[in-house]
């Protein structure tokens, strides 16, 4: 069973230089900084990394939650999935 929980922990890492770097998943630019997150099977500026609700920046956060690719802080994750529980009760 997959479980219910989007939880991951973004990875810092040293960002490959010039030709090869990567693109950001936030906003589509080059990574040409020193270190670059990687979340999702995706690489982000530092300062990309937000939730899509809040905006919080998660690049200091310990967890960060994914749903549907888009990402989210915890507290806006457990009230999406709060809101979609009730919306499923007939
Ligand atoms: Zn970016
Ligand atoms: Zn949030």
């Not at 219910?4 to 998943?25: E, H, K, N, Q, V």
């Amino acid at each position: 069973h997959p479980r219910p929980g989007g939880s991951f922990l973004p990875y810092t890492m040293p960002s490959i230089s010039s030709d090869r770097a990567a693109l950001c998943a936030g906003c589509g630019g080059k990574i040409s900084d020193r270190y670059y997150l990687l979340a999702v099977d995706k690489q982000w500026h530092m300062r990309c990394l937000k939730c899509c609700e809040c905006k919080l920046n998660l690049e200091s956060e310990l967890t960060c939650f994914s749903k549907d690719g888009s990402i989210y802080c915890k507290e806006d994750y457990y009230r999406r999935e709060l809101r979609l529980a009730s919306i499923k009760e007939p």
